[in-house]
């Protein structure tokens, strides 16, 4: 056998956590004047008071997740009276949902999934809060998910006007969007917009030099020394910045490092980069089809069909064809194909003729979307 061939219980990997997408680094750079801001909206919270409500907004992958979870594991390990709860609007994106959750934080569990309505699930939340003086930072990550659904004013009117009926309540809360054409001011509803007066905090998107620096660090805390060479890096990086997202550059490390390691290699090479990218490169597509539901699924099953033959699809043309075998109305159909627009599953577009035609493209190869909603 030849000597530098790596051996079934050896490994590329020096802690494989590291180039996981959802791994919280103990450095975390790029991001101080958003942290110190985020920090200085939560500050009144410390004191007893009520947090101040925020806006993170930036697109997929700059950050905004990393550093809210970074804020709160500092408060965890402060304070017990703030209490802070993170709660995924892609899975959680409903009224219920959401203060489920917010009851799990508190209590320790999740409530009865059957016999329990949400006023009683609310109160039981309320309660708690009162009694143990305990103030409340909710943080609602990819809120746009509860636009797409229509949740978006419920949440916040539950959430921001409870001191009205649990006198005593002091809830703040933190909203990150990650689709840039939302506008929340126009989003939410006087009643909403007069208790929320959020302050917005951005976060633009790495630059060159910056992805580099983070993409280096992962390498050096997750692999051996000599895995990846320095022009092997730039290659990663460059993916990465044609990616426009660093968890599709995080992703595609460690698919590489995997497929190094099945071909018996101690090192990365340029074709475990390159096979790597185009599996990454779907990772945004990959996630946002898990969060489909049953008859969206259908919808966006449909639109792959048909776009292998025709890239360009008139929206009622498409509704006439659906109906035959989702039973579904023209309002319900369009709400659906705006949300996978929001989404960027789908490209809907408005062109002059007889009258305005609305014409649906997919984003994606059909193949691949089909593929991932098998």
């Known amino acids: ?36 801001e985020m920090a200085f909206q939560i500050r009144p919270g410390l004191r007893g008071g009520r947090p101040l409500n925020t806006v993170c907004k930036g697109l ?51 409530p009865p999934s059957s016999g329990t309505s949400f006023k009683q699930v609310f109160d039981a939340v309320a309660r708690i809060l009162i009694k143990e003086e305990i103030v409340l930072l909710v943080a609602l990550d990819d809120a746009n998910y509860l636009l797409y659904e229509n949740e978006i004013n419920k949440v916040l009117y539950t959430l921001l006007r409870s001191h009205e009926t649990y006198e005593g309540t002091r809830i703040g809360v933190i909203v990150i969007i990650s689709d840039m054409d939302v506008d929340l001011s126009r989003a939410v509803d006087a009643r909403v917009a007069s208790v929320f007066r959020p302050t917005e905090i951005y976060f633009p998107p790495y630059a060159d030099a910056e992805v580099r620096e983070i993409m280096k660090a992962r390498v050096m805390q997750g692999l051996f020394t000599g895995v990846l060479s320095e022009s092997l890096l730039d290659l990663v990086v460059g993916q990465t910045l044609k990616s426009g997202d ?123 979307v089909l593929e991932y909603l098998s």
């Not at 020096?14 to 942290?35: A, G, K």
């Not at 990393?66 to 802070?84: D, G, M, N, Y």
């Not at 995924?88 to 569990?109: E, M, P, W």
Request: proline residues 2%; glycine residues 4%.
């Open 1 to 36: 056998m030849k000597k530098n061939l790596l051996m079934w219980d050896e490994t590329l990997f020096r802690d494989p956590e590291v180039l996981e997408i959802d791994y919280l680094p103990e450095q975390f750079e790029f991001r101080d004047s958003q942290i110190r």
């Open 246 to 368: 660093l968890r599709v550059g995080i992703d595609l490390l460690k698919r590489a490092t995997l497929s190094a390691e099945r071909a018996a290699r101690r090192s990365i090479e340029r074709e475990d980069i390159c096979g790597a990218y185009e599996i990454s490169k779907y990772l945004h597509l990959n996630y946002t089809v898990k969060t489909l539901k049953d008859e969206e699924r259908q919808i966006l099953r449909f639109l792959a069909e048909r776009s292998i033959n025709d890239h360009e699809m008139n929206a009622g043309d498409v509704y006439k064809a659906v109906r035959e075998s989702v039973s579904i109305g023209y309002t319900r159909f369009y709400e659906i194909v705006k949300k996978m627009d929001a989404m960027r599953l789908v490209n809907l577009q408005y062109r002059e003729g007889k009258g305005r035609t609305r014409i649906i493209t997919l984003r994606y190869d059909p193949i691949k």
């Open 60 to 110: 997929p992958g700059t950050g905004k997740t990393t550093s809210i979870k970074k804020v709160f594991q500092e408060i965890e390990e402060t304070t017990k009276k703030l209490v802070p709860v993170y709660i995924n609007c892609q899975i959680d994106n409903t009224k219920f949902a959401i203060i489920s959750q917010i009851y799990r934080k508190l209590v320790g569990h999740l």
